[in-house]
């Protein structure tokens, strides 16, 4: 049964000398076996309730080969809808029986298992979708770029926006000297809209019974082993660190995505959080994040804040009397104009609107390539088929998320955290360098 690799001490520290290959992710792709234009694709998918549902639809142009979903009833709308799709309880048993036949592989589970399940698939070579955050750790999130550039397949993560119009607009009105210098970004969520600051179940009284429909040890997979409770699902995980990212996982790779590409950000040099209720099980009911990244060039140094909890940024003074900033969105200063991006970038208008108006004249054209109708999994199909690489990638979504879930780093430290990206190090508080990774439970590799 094909299982990741054991991690080791070497190959971890030795992870980071791989980032420049990472980001240098080839322009050029493996085809599937057969992957012309016209074939379609032998798809299997991991995770096919919730979000999975969402996946399969993505990918019903394509063959359906398999499904692998560990709780019935979340699955069951795909089952009935795809009755004679074979169905797995283990994604490993899947791979080993019907690895052959399979071209590509989403991911659409928890986020404590997208490392493992994705690892698995790009092993065997296959193409690979994982939903956002990429990984659970800064350092799977950098793995997985690693492998996806040494197997050369075609990989996307699942931030709808990046293929999105807003996102274009954005990065060719920065480049066309529209919006000046950028030093100041602002984005915020209204997550969690699930319990975090969580202290654990109480079991002393009653020992909850795992249903029938859950396979609650392959929910499990590679967290530590637990007494089941109902309290975990179907979606109350993401507030555990054990099994999800919090807010800022959940949201900062939608939130954050174009700026940082549009910007060609990079690595922050340091991160500083602040929080209310965090544990050490769960993460906190609000936060702010303070992200800084440093000089380029003639580029200046860029603070970028973020907040959860229904906190938020200060009306920026460009904004009209009785206006009010919209939920899950961005504020990109700039020194000639400011921007607020709404829903993952799908919209981006100058502030105030007056502004917009009297600059419509003067923008300029559109010279990136638009993905039609912003489907972000035909993006990734054709890519899968020898076509360019989609445009959230592993070499660039991995960075993303890195960047992302160093601000978790920092809230679960408490502290300031200094990056070193190139050495994979924080440097100012080396205790805090062992939250960039996790135990793996035994039996389950990694």
């Known amino acids: 049964m094909p299982v990741p690799r054991p991690v080791s001490r070497r190959r ?12 240098a992710f080839p322009a050029l792709l493996r085809s599937a076996p057969g992957g012309s234009p016209g074939q379609r694709l032998n798809v299997a998918c991991v995770g096919v309730g919730g979000r999975g549902w969402a996946a ?57 298992m997208h490392y493992p399940i994705a690892r698995a698939a790009l092993e065997l070579g296959k193409h690979v979708f994982v939903e956002k955050p990429l990984g659970h750790t800064v350092w799977e999130a950098r793995e997985l770029s690693r492998l996806a550039s040494e197997k050369r397949v075609a990989t996307q993560m699942g931030n709808q926006g990046h293929a999105a119009e807003g996102m274009r607009l954005l990065r060719e009105w920065y480049q066309a000297g529209v919006l000046g210098e950028i030093r100041e970004i602002h984005s915020w969520t209204d997550r969690p809209i699930w319990p975090q600051g969580l202290k654990g179940f109480d079991h002393s009284q009653r020992i909850p019974v795992v249903p029938e429909t859950l396979d609650w040890d392959s929910w499990l997979g590679v967290a530590a082993a637990r007494r089941y409770d109902p309290g975990y699902l179907p979606f109350n995980w993401r507030g555990f660190w054990d099994f999800g990212t919090g807010a800022l996982g959940d949201m900062g790779c939608h939130q954050m995505d174009g700026a940082f590409w549009a910007f060609d950000l990079g690595a922050p040099a340091w991160v500083e959080p602040v929080s209310a209720n965090a544990t050490e099980l769960s993460a906190p009911t609000s936060s702010i994040v303070r992200y800084g990244f440093p000089a380029r060039g003639a580029r200046p140094a860029v603070q970028w804040t ?27 200063v700039g020194t000639r104009a400011s921007v607020i991006a709404q829903a993952n ?7 105030p609107e007056v502004r917009m108006r009297e600059l419509a004249p003067t923008l300029p054209p559109k010279t990136i390539p638009r993905i039609p109708g912003g489907d972000h999994f035909a993006e990734w199909i054709n890519a899968c088929k020898g076509g360019p690489a989609a445009g959230s990638h592993f070499g660039y979504s991995g960075p993303l998320t890195e960047m992302v879930l160093l601000g978790n780093v920092a809230l679960r430290a408490r502290r300031r955290i200094e990056w070193d990206s190139a050495a994979f190090r924080i440097t100012n508080l080396p205790a805090a360098n062992a939250l960039l990774t996790k135990a793996y439970r035994p039996g389950w590799g990694v």
């Open 12 to 23: 971890f520290l030795g992870a980071a000398s791989s980032v420049t290959a990472a980001l």
């Open 306 to 332: 973020w907040y959860d909890g229904n906190l938020g940024p200060p009306l920026p003074p460009e904004l009209e009397e009785g206006r009010t900033l919209p939920e899950n969105s961005t504020l990109i």
């Open 56 to 112: 399969v639809q993505g990918v019903s142009s394509q063959n359906l080969v398999a499904f692998a979903d560990v709780d019935d009833v979340r699955a069951a709308r795909t089952f009935r809808e795809h009755p004679d799709v074979p169905r797995f309880r283990d994604y490993r048993v899947m791979l080993e029986r019907l690895g052959k036949e399979i071209d590509a592989v989403t991911v659409s589970t928890p986020d404590h």
């Open 345 to 351: 970038y799908f919209t981006v208008r100058i502030v």
